[in-house]
């Protein structure tokens, strides 16, 4: 059981990888990163007076405000020699891999980090806790910029962890001072190119370094933030001046823009305990991580004392970042590394003095069952339910298909594009070359598409479908009042996910919705895994109650019938 933490690293790595797998396409807060990792690897990097930029997305589509590069730069960078040849669909996961091994990397580093300190029973909590917080795997290859600076914050993390292996008892732990340039580079460059809201995590664990160790590591605070500040503003000002065609600074525009202008309230506010009271527990998902592990562990002082330098400043970043009023889980992941650490610690103290107590023998029980329900709750269920999310990317699929199926020659078609669709997963990786004829337009302007000669012609277009057949879109609206004659067949309706159904004891479980999700990934063996787990849960754990997906009609895939 000495290396049992390596084989966790490993089973982390495979979940991440597989949630990619089973969902691998994008939703609209993602469309930046995915599209410009496209066009960077299919046009190369815009430099240039030479260069056709309006075949960039970015320049079409340039967001509320400029958004960094950096990390599409580098997973265009990182794609392997010959991924040019291979489908859309495959080259979007290669790139989406990359950033989750990355990921996976950093959650792995951080783990031996906590075996050197702590010994190798916390490390091993740690992975098992993480291994079940769906939101993390299965977010860890997605193109946000919380995830292109999480790989980063994460290792910050990792370095501020005590040098030595420690032992806790109750005369305390003892470790030396380590040197705290790494983590503050990590974390200043992670704020500087990809989040700003990072700055203020980096001041917390900045102060807490001052308090711990005084004066003496301030040259080494100066040293490691110049350096970040440097390094970070050359790259992303460099890099980012070059794509967006202009002087920028991402990072501080989105400050100025969410912040000192307030405009990030319009895509809605929350209440200021959201982070402490929906977002954190969702992110942990198993609640006895923080209703029992947690607590035992800041109880203690053997167990408090040397976490509390990583704790303490990642508690008042969520606190200070309260006070913005628009919040969103993915804006405090950077967190959550330390708070299943200081957990591993509290469940690793219960399991050690499992014999000897009746409290730690139940709450580590307790704790081992509620990790394996969180591992298969994450897996059973949220993964199939977010995986049928995606209905854009199935409706140009299954025009793809379509058009196949029922062209006589290979000529491409012109398609428009809902905004449903591009919300959903419609990329340009998924998009087929305009060198073979096709076409795609996401116009959004009401007064163009109020105009009859910017439907005619399109062959295809993909809208918002209803439960009601009847019921149409406003696209389709405007459709059928600028061309009223021209005559249009359903070639494909797709469904997405709308809630689940609570099976009572006693009503049988159908699973159509998961089989055709799992057979349509791995094949139908997959789903009669899954089949016999779940009748297996229901009957020895769950005194046969369960859930499951339901769907209803998201998108329609329309085809015009020209006259001969």
Not at 61 to 86: C, H, Q, S, Y
Not at 280 to 308: C, G, T
Request: hydrophobic share 50%; glycine share 8%; charged share 15%.
């Amino acid at each position: 059981m000495r290396y049992a933490w390596i084989g966790l690293v490993i089973l982390l790595t495979g979940l991440i990888l597989l949630h990619l797998f089973v969902a691998p396409y994008t939703k609209v807060e993602e469309s930046f990163h995915v599209q410009a990792t496209h066009d960077l690897l299919v046009y190369g990097f815009p430099f240039g007076d030479s260069v056709n930029r309006a075949q960039y997305d970015h320049v079409e589509f340039p967001g509320a405000v400029p958004r960094t590069a950096v990390g599409a730069t580098v997973l265009a960078g990182l794609m392997p020699k010959g991924v040019a040849t291979w489908s859309g669909t495959h080259q979007q996961m290669i790139a989406r891999a990359i950033l989750g091994l990355y990921n996976a990397f950093a959650l792995g580093i951080f783990a031996k980090g906590l075996r050197n300190s702590f010994g190798q029973t916390v490390a091993v909590w740690y992975l098992l806790f993480q291994c079940s917080q769906f939101h993390l795997i299965y977010y860890a290859s997605r193109p946000l910029s919380n995830m292109f600076a999480f790989g980063l914050t994460t290792l910050a993390m990792r370095y501020l962890l005590p040098d030595s292996t420690m032992s806790i008892s109750s005369s305390g732990v003892h470790s030396s001072r380590k040197g705290v340039k790494l983590p503050l580079l990590l974390l200043t460059l992670a704020g500087i190119i990809f989040r700003a809201e990072i700055a203020l995590l980096l001041a917390f664990t900045t102060l807490s370094l001052l308090v711990k160790h005084g004066k003496g590591v301030l040259p080494d605070v100066v040293g490691a933030g110049l350096v970040g500040l440097s390094g970070g503003l050359l790259s992303t000002v460099g890099i980012d001046t070059i794509f967006w065609k202009g002087l920028v600074w991402p990072e501080f525009n989105a400050f100025l823009f969410n912040v000192v202008e307030g405009q990030s309230s319009a895509w809605g506010t929350e209440p200021f305990w959201f982070y402490f009271l929906n977002a954190v527990p969702r992110l942990l998902l198993n609640p006895l991580v923080y209703l029992i592990a947690i607590p035992v562990a800041l109880r203690n002082p053997a167990l408090r004392q040397p976490i509390l330098p990583l704790l303490v400043p990642s508690v008042l970043f969520m606190a200070l970042y309260s006070a913005q009023p628009h919040k969103e889980w993915r804006f405090i992941i950077y967190v959550i590394p330390v708070l299943t650490a200081t957990a591993a610690l509290g469940a690793s103290y219960l399991w050690r003095r499992r014999h000897r107590s009746i409290f730690s023998r139940v709450a580590s029980q307790m704790l081992i069952l509620s990790t394996l329900a969180s591992f298969l709750l994450s897996n059973l269920v949220l993964l199939p339910a977010s995986a049928a999310n995606y209905p854009g990317a199935h409706a140009l699929h299954a025009l793809h298909k379509y058009h196949d199926e029922h062209s006589p020659s290979t000529v491409g078609a012109s398609v428009y594009l809902g905004n449903l669709a591009c919300q959903t997963g419609v990329t340009r990786f998924l998009q087929r070359p305009g060198a073979m004829g096709w076409v795609y337009d996401k116009t959004e302007d009401e007064d163009t598409k109020s105009r009859a000669d910017f439907w005619e012609p399109f062959d295809y277009i993909v809208v918002e479908a209803s439960v009601d057949s009847t019921v149409q879109d406003a696209d389709e609206t405007q459709l059928r009042h600028a061309l009223p004659s021209s005559h249009w067949q359903v070639a494909d309706v797709i469904e997405g996910f709308s809630g689940i159904s609570i099976l009572k004891p006693g009503v049988p479980a159908t699973g159509q919705v998961e089989q055709r999700i799992m057979s349509t990934m791995g094949g139908e063996a997959i789903y009669d895994l899954y089949a016999r787990v779940r009748d297996l849960m229901r009957k020895l754990v769950l005194r046969g109650w369960w859930v499951e997906l339901k769907m209803q009609p998201r998108i329609k895939v329309l085809k015009r019938i020209r006259d001969e």
